[in-house]
């Protein structure tokens, strides 16, 4: 006890200050009403559903519970029910396979909700999908819809392959901050 | 020889590791693998290919490994009744490749136990066939539901417990189905292929260049064992050799892939038992390492750092002393975190004795990798197949009997230090200066070759075939996952079902490593 009580005081308070939101990276226009802003009040909780990813861009959404991103101490938290959730984290280019059971958890999380497409594959298909096939990228093939707003609703996009810690918070915080104004 | 056989004629393949390929008679399958695994050899990984257009119907291919190397075996099917001797009989881990194999290219196993579906659920016809050449994505589309039929337990009391795919954590989706009395778990039965993206498929239509970052991206966490064993199946074909520093740092990244993975996973199995001060620890250490991996490499995961013919980074002096000091740092820290873990008495009594997997058992299913050697299973391509610069690193093999939750803990931690001194031993052995790559733009035509990476799973295999033109006409990854995820099975026998998490956690499989 006297090791782990030391080791904790040795290693002191690591976390970073959080990024400020990013208007760039909204793609919809605020879908929600005001009056229903203060139901989120300043705690949001979480329901991250993986929809085909390969697996890269789960890494980086644990990274947010490490003590730099510290994601608790913002009042996000991951929950294990989208019936708990205010906002779905979804990852990955949409596996048919996974069409029903992602429309499902939609279905089950109570309005309003947000959704964050997370990573490149989740944005455009990625590179497990042909982009050739559509004006707009999201491109399909016989195993997978491409990206989730082919099969969702979908509020922000966060980039990258798979982004950074920091790059998913400002996602997430510019999602919640759409609904403040 | 690796393998003595009458009919058995080998060719060896160029590259780093000892490889053999040929061709085989249907009527030689059966006795040439019973040959090897009654020498105490292993199926490796089951694909098949689509010849037609070459006029040779259908081909399937097994990997067999034993201690003399990796032997690649392949078997023409006609294309009119494409079967094949079963081979499950003999490798149980066959079971779920050749059922897959089936899904996606049609061939079958004659005889077998069990015949159905793997991967497919419903999002093509059980009669189309995504790998044939001629597969036409728009007709074979259904909107299905899944249709499985799990394997029922009968009894007083028995009640089943459906988990996913979608589950309570930050996890891949898989369906977990329990038979349990109480508490106490009767059964599980896993049914995957959830994340099934076409993997396979899409490989058929990219460049040699494009198939390096897809194969980074068939288990995200294994990214560099990925490219490294596409790039090294590349090399074999095309017969050449990388520069020495790029060996040097592909060696570098595939330890720091393993450093980061084990302490994100000695992390989660403290928070699993409730020490959530060890997921604070260890992912504070984790996050350094992926953050000195974004400062010097561009990557936290070190993605596109491996491409055919060499590296795509390299690490100035500077770099070498943030890692030196990196170093220091973890041997100092995870020594005072190893020395909490094993002293709190609510984690031990935890870890110890859940989840155990027997070395017979561990034997018979062919498990392999790290959850293989924390029970007894002697398998590590670094040691047995030292492949440049392995070969002149000495790796020392960490292996441990008891096969429970808590072997898999210090299988962990010891390959933890053992990395983080390869690491030291790189770095001091990694000259500045010279070549980080060599041109690699297309293979030869018509050529095969294999790639084996021990990841920090278990051993990475990918298998390249070219075409009459030399563009890839059939890639193959295979995780280590296929073998060890029947294993989980077994492991839970008998334990309680709030032990699952745990359990499946210490194992720590991939679900897109498997679903393709
Ligand atoms: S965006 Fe990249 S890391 Fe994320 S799931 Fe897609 S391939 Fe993997």
Known sequence: MYQLIKQIIKTGIKTDAAPLPDEALRVTTQRLHEEILHVFGSALNIRHVDAGSCNGCELEIHSLSNAYYNIEGLGIKFVASPRHADMLLVTGPVSRHMVTALRRTFDATPEPKLVVAIGECACNGGIFCSNDGSPDGGGESYASCGRVANVIPVDVVVGGCPPTPTAILQGILTAVSAQKQ | ?516
């Open chain 2, 1 to 516: 020889m690796p393998i003595n056989h009458p009919n058995l004629h080998l060719t060896q393949l160029a590259g780093a590791i000892p490889a053999w390929s040929g061709n085989i008679k249907p009527g030689d399958l059966q006795p040439i693998c019973r040959n090897v695994h009654d020498g105490g050899g292993r199926l490796v990984a089951l694909w098949g290919s689509d010849d037609r257009e070459q006029g040779n119907g259908y081909s399937l291919h097994i990997a067999l490994v034993n201690e003399a190397g990796l032997v690649c075996l392949s078997l023409s099917l006609p294309a009119g009744q494409p079967g094949y001797p079963d081979v499950s009989s003999i490798f149980p881990v066959a079971n779920r490749m050749q059922r897959a194999t089936y899904d996606l290219l049609g061939i079958y196993a004659h005889e077998g136990q069990d015949h159905r579906k793997w991967l497919r659920h419903g999002a093509w016809h059980g009669g189309s066939f995504p790998l044939r050449k001629d597969f036409d994505p728009a007709p074979s589309r259904t909107d299905d539901a899944d249709n499985y039929h799990f394997v029922q337990v009968e009894g007083q009391g028995v009640h089943e417990i459906a988990v996913g795919p979608v589950h309570a954590g930050i996890i891949e989706p898989g369906h977990f189905r329990f038979s349990v009395v109480g508490e106490k778990m009767l059964r599980l039965e896993e049914r995957f292929g959830y994340t099934h993206n076409g993997i396979e498929k899409r490989f058929e239509s990219m460049s040699l260049q494009q198939g390096a970052r897809l194969a980074g991206r068939v288990s995200g966490d294994s990214t560099v064992a990925y490219a490294w064993a596409y790039a090294m199946a590349a090399e074999s074909i095309a017969a050449v050799t990388p520069p020495e520093r790029a060996l040097w740092l592909r060696a570098l990244f595939l330890e720091r892939e393993r450093i980061a993975n084990h302490l994100g996973d000695l992390g989660y199995l403290g928070n699993d038992v409730a020490l959530s001060f060890g997921f604070t620890q260890f992912w504070i250490l984790k996050e350094q390492v992926l953050r000195n991996n974004g400062a010097l490499f561009g990557h936290r995961y070190l993605m596109d750092s491996i491409i055919p013919g060499g590296v795509a980074a390299d690490l100035t002096d500077p770099g070498k002393r943030t890692l030196f000091e990196e170093c220091s740092l973890l041997e100092r820290e995870v020594r005072v975190l190893r020395g909490i873990y094993e002293e709190h008495a609510g984690v031990q009594d935890r870890f110890i004795g859940a989840g155990r997997i027997e070395p017979r058992l561990a034997a018979q299913l062919g498990l392999c990798g790290l959850a293989g050697r924390a029970s007894s299973q002697a398998w590590d391509t670094r040691v047995q197949f030292p492949c440049a610069p392995y070969d002149q690193l000495d790796v020392q093999m960490a292996t441990y009997r008891n096969g429970d939750v808590a072997a898999r803990v210090i299988v962990r931690f010891d390959e933890l230090f053992e990395s983080l001194r390869l690491q030291r031993e790189i770095l001091a052995r990694l000259m500045p200066g010279g070549e980080l790559s060599l041109p690699l733009e297309k293979l030869p035509a018509q050529g095969f070759g294999a790639g084996m990476v021990e990841g920090w799973r278990g051993e990475v295999l990918v298998a390249v075939h070219t075409d009459t033109d030399g563009n890839l006409a059939r890639v193959h990854p295979h995780d280590p996952s296929w073998q060890n995820w029947p294993a989980v099975e077994h492991a839970i026998l008998g334990n309680i079902v709030p032990d699952f998490p745990l359990i499946n956690k210490s194992f720590n499989l991939s679900y897109s490593g498997q679903d393709l």
